[in-house]
C-alpha cells in the first residue's frame, strides 16, 4: 500500500486507502546564531551600564544640585528618587507594548538615545522645574529598555543558556554603581577647577551640570550600535494569533497598550505568576529600601564617620556582588539541569539565606560584622536575580513579553521606591527613637523578607508544571 502526501496538507501523511494519519508533531524552531546573540548582549550590556551610571553619578552630584538651586531635603530627595519613578508609573507598560509589536532593536535603540539626550539636556537646566522635567522624560526613556533587553535575550538564548545571560548583563549594575561613584568622583574634582558658572549662547551652565552633558552623549554611540543588531524570530507557539488583529478597531489598539492583555494572560496562570510578583514586591521594599538607611543605620548604632563607612563597605559590597553573580549562576544552571523548576527552586533557595542574613544585620554586636552581613544579603540578592529574570522570560507568552516583563518590573521599580519610605515609617511611628533605628531595619525585613520566601517557594510546583507544558508545544 502505497503512501503519499495528500495535497494541501502539512505535517501529516494520509494512506490512499484509509484514514489521515495522525498529525506530525510539530519542528521545533531553530535557534539564531550565538554569535550574533553575543553581539546583541554586548550592545545591551552597554546600554544598560550607561542607565545606570547615570543614576550613579546623579547620586554623587547631589549636594551641588541642592546648593546650585537653593533646595530642601525633601525636594532633593524627589528629584533623586520619585522623579523618574512617576513616569516609569504611567509610561513604563504602554512603551513596552512597542516591544511586542515593533523590532526590538529600533525600541532599544530610541530608548537609549532619547535616555542619553533627555540626561544631556539636564547639563543645560535653567531651574530646579525643567532638571526635574528631565528626571521626569530620563525614566520615561528608559522604560522599555528592560522588556526590550530581556525579550530579545530569550529570544536569542536556548533557556538554559538565560541565567548565564542575564547574569551577565547584572554586570552592568554592578560596574555602573563603581564607576558612578568614583567616576563621578574625579569628575567632580576636575570640574571644580572650572568657573563655577559659565555663559554659553545665553544659558547660565554650573560647573558640575558638565558632567550631566558628558553622561548623556554616550548614549548616541549605544543608540547607533543597535542598528547593527540582528533582530531575532520571535518563538511563538504553533498557529499563534496576534494579539491584536490588524483590522482590530481603534479602540481595541489603544486598549492594547494599558497592559490589560497582559494582566488576563498573567491571571490565567496566576498560580505561577502571583507568587512571582508578590516575592518581588516583598523583597524589594527590604533590598531597595536598606541601601538609603545603611549610612544612617552604621552611624547611629555604632559611631561609625561617613569616611569610615564608605572605605569599609564600599569594597566589601563589591566583592560580594560579584561573587553573588558567579556563584548564583552555577548554583542555577546545576539546579536546571536536574529540574524543570530550577530557576525558581534555586531562587526561592537563596531568598531564604538573604531573610537570615537581612535579620541578622541590625542584630550584629559590631558594625564590621553588620556590613558583613549586610554584603551576604548583596550576595544572595546578587546570586537570584538571572534566575527570576530568566524565569518570566522562560514562561511569559511571546506575544506579550514585553508588556508582562514590564508588569514585573513595575512591583519591582515602585515596591522598592516605597523602601526606604516605609523605613522611616516605621522608625518614626513604631520605633519612636532615632537612635534605635536598627529595629526598624529588623522589623521591616522579619516582615517582608519572610513573605518574599514564602510566596517564592509557593511558586515552585507551579513553574515547574507551566515549563513542562511549553516544553509539550516545543518552546
Given at each position: 500500500?502505497?503512501?503519499?502526501?495528500?495535497?494541501?496538507?502539512?505535517?501529516?501523511?494520509?494512506?490512499?486507502?484509509?484514514?489521515?494519519?495522525?498529525?506530525?508533531?510539530?519542528?521545533?524552531?531553530?535557534?539564531?546564531?550565538?554569535?550574533?546573540?553575543?553581539?546583541?548582549?554586548?550592545?545591551?550590556?552597554?546600554?544598560?551600564?550607561?542607565?545606570?551610571?547615570?543614576?550613579?553619578?546623579?547620586?554623587?552630584?547631589?549636594?551641588?544640585?541642592?546648593?546650585?538651586?537653593?533646595?530642601?531635603?525633601?525636594?532633593?530627595?524627589?528629584?533623586?528618587?520619585?522623579?523618574?519613578?512617576?513616569?516609569?508609573?504611567?509610561?513604563?507598560?504602554?512603551?513596552?507594548?512597542?516591544?511586542?509589536?515593533?523590532?526590538?532593536?529600533?525600541?532599544?535603540?530610541?530608548?537609549?538615545?532619547?535616555?542619553?539626550?533627555?540626561?544631556?539636556?539636564?547639563?543645560?537646566?535653567?531651574?530646579?522645574?525643567?532638571?526635574?522635567?528631565?528626571?521626569?522624560?530620563?525614566?520615561?526613556?528608559?522604560?522599555?529598555?528592560?522588556?526590550?533587553?530581556?525579550?530579545?535575550?530569550?529570544?536569542?538564548?536556548?533557556?538554559?543558556?538565560?541565567?548565564?545571560?542575564?547574569?551577565?548583563?547584572?554586570?552592568?549594575?554592578?560596574?555602573?554603581?563603581?564607576?558612578?561613584?568614583?567616576?563621578?568622583?574625579?569628575?567632580?574634582?576636575?570640574?571644580?577647577?572650572?568657573?563655577?558658572?559659565?555663559?554659553?549662547?545665553?544659558?547660565?551652565?554650573?560647573?558640575?551640570?558638565?558632567?550631566?552633558?558628558?553622561?548623556?552623549?554616550?548614549?548616541?554611540?549605544?543608540?547607533?550600535?543597535?542598528?547593527?543588531?540582528?533582530?531575532?524570530?520571535?518563538?511563538?507557539?504553533?498557529?499563534?494569533?496576534?494579539?491584536?488583529?490588524?483590522?482590530?478597531?481603534?479602540?481595541?489598539?489603544?486598549?492594547?497598550?494599558?497592559?490589560?492583555?497582559?494582566?488576563?494572560?498573567?491571571?490565567?496562570?496566576?498560580?505561577?505568576?502571583?507568587?512571582?510578583?508578590?516575592?518581588?514586591?516583598?523583597?524589594?521594599?527590604?533590598?531597595?529600601?536598606?541601601?538609603?538607611?545603611?549610612?544612617?543605620?552604621?552611624?547611629?548604632?555604632?559611631?561609625?564617620?561617613?569616611?569610615?563607612?564608605?572605605?569599609?563597605?564600599?569594597?566589601?559590597?563589591?566583592?560580594?556582588?560579584?561573587?553573588?553573580?558567579?556563584?548564583?549562576?552555577?548554583?542555577?544552571?546545576?539546579?536546571?539541569?536536574?529540574?524543570?523548576?530550577?530557576?525558581?527552586?534555586?531562587?526561592?533557595?537563596?531568598?531564604?539565606?538573604?531573610?537570615?542574613?537581612?535579620?541578622?544585620?541590625?542584630?550584629?554586636?559590631?558594625?564590621?560584622?553588620?556590613?558583613?552581613?549586610?554584603?551576604?544579603?548583596?550576595?544572595?540578592?546578587?546570586?537570584?536575580?538571572?534566575?527570576?529574570?530568566?524565569?518570566?522570560?522562560?514562561?511569559?507568552?511571546?506575544?506579550?513579553?514585553?508588556?508582562?516583563?514590564?508588569?514585573?518590573?513595575?512591583?519591582?521599580?515602585?515596591?522598592?521606591?516605597?523602601?526606604?519610605?516605609?523605613?522611616?515609617?516605621?522608625?518614626?511611628?513604631?520605633?519612636?527613637d532615632p537612635a534605635r533605628l536598627w529595629q526598624a531595619l529588623l522589623i521591616v525585613a522579619g516582615v517582608f523578607m519572610p513573605l518574599a520566601t514564602f510566596f517564592m517557594w509557593r511558586a515552585v510546583k507551579p513553574y515547574g508544571q507551566e515549563v513542562a507544558r511549553l516544553e509539550k508545544l516545543g518552546l
Amino acid at each position: 500500500m502505497a503512501i503519499a502526501p495528500a495535497p494541501g496538507t502539512a505535517g501529516k501523511t494520509q494512506l490512499q486507502d484509509g484514514p489521515a494519519a495522525p498529525p506530525m508533531p510539530p519542528l521545533p524552531m531553530p535557534w539564531p546564531s550565538e554569535r550574533a546573540g553575543f553581539f546583541a548582549l554586548g550592545v545591551i550590556v552597554f546600554a544598560t551600564f550607561l542607565n545606570f551610571f547615570d543614576a550613579s553619578v546623579l547620586a554623587m552630584l547631589a549636594e551641588r544640585i541642592k546648593g546650585s538651586f537653593g533646595l530642601s531635603d525633601s525636594a532633593l530627595g524627589f528629584v533623586m528618587g520619585p522623579a523618574g519613578v512617576i513616569a516609569f508609573v504611567f509610561v513604563g507598560i504602554p512603551l513596552s507594548r512597542l516591544v511586542d509589536i515593533y523590532p526590538r532593536k529600533y525600541v532599544l535603540s530610541a530608548s537609549v538615545a532619547l535616555l542619553g539626550t533627555i540626561t544631556a539636556l539636564g547639563g543645560l537646566a535653567q531651574s530646579i522645574g525643567q532638571l526635574i522635567g528631565t528626571r521626569l522624560f530620563t525614566g520615561a526613556g528608559g522604560a522599555a529598555n528592560g522588556p526590550g533587553s530581556y525579550s530579545m535575550m530569550a529570544d536569542y538564548f536556548r533557556p538554559a543558556r538565560l541565567p548565564l545571560v542575564f547574569a551577565l548583563m547584572q554586570l552592568a549594575y554592578i560596574a555602573a554603581n563603581a564607576a558612578g561613584t568614583w567616576g563621578g568622583g574625579a569628575m567632580l574634582a576636575f570640574t571644580d577647577s572650572l568657573p563655577d558658572r559659565t555663559g554659553v549662547l545665553g544659558l547660565t551652565i554650573f560647573n558640575w551640570q558638565w558632567i550631566l552633558i558628558g553622561v548623556g552623549l554616550p548614549g548616541l554611540l549605544a543608540a547607533m550600535l543597535f542598528l547593527f543588531v540582528k533582530e531575532p524570530p520571535r518563538r511563538l507557539p504553533p498557529n499563534a494569533k496576534p494579539l491584536v488583529p490588524p483590522d482590530a478597531p481603534l479602540g481595541t489598539r489603544i486598549l492594547s497598550f494599558t497592559g490589560l492583555n497582559a494582566l488576563k494572560a498573567i491571571n490565567v496562570r496566576g498560580a505561577v505568576y502571583w507568587p512571582l510578583f508578590g516575592a518581588l514586591a516583598m523583597s524589594a521594599i527590604e533590598s531597595q529600601g536598606l541601601p538609603a538607611w545603611r549610612v544612617p543605620f552604621l552611624a547611629r548604632t555604632y559611631g561609625w564617620s561617613e569616611a569610615e563607612i564608605g572605605a569599609f563597605m564600599a569594597p566589601l559590597l563589591m566583592a560580594a556582588s560579584l561573587t553573588g553573580l558567579l556563584l548564583g549562576g552555577i548554583f542555577v544552571s546545576w539546579m536546571n539541569r536536574r529540574h524543570k523548576d530550577g530557576n525558581i527552586r534555586a531562587t526561592a533557595i537563596i531568598f531564604t539565606g538573604t531573610t537570615a542574613f537581612a535579620i541578622a544585620a541590625p542584630l550584629m554586636p559590631t558594625g564590621e560584622l553588620a556590613v558583613a552581613c549586610m554584603a551576604m544579603t548583596s550576595m544572595f540578592g546578587l546570586a537570584g536575580a538571572p534566575a527570576q529574570n530568566s524565569a518570566i522570560q522562560r514562561i511569559a507568552p511571546n506575544e506579550m513579553r514585553g508588556q508582562v516583563t514590564a508588569l514585573y518590573l513595575f512591583m519591582y521599580t515602585v515596591f522598592g521606591a516605597l523602601g526606604s519610605f516605609v523605613i522611616g515609617t516605621v522608625s518614626d511611628l513604631v520605633v519612636g527613637d532615632p537612635a534605635r533605628l536598627w529595629q526598624a531595619l529588623l522589623i521591616v525585613a522579619g516582615v517582608f523578607m519572610p513573605l518574599a520566601t514564602f510566596f517564592m517557594w509557593r511558586a515552585v510546583k507551579p513553574y515547574g508544571q507551566e515549563v513542562a507544558r511549553l516544553e509539550k508545544l516545543g518552546l
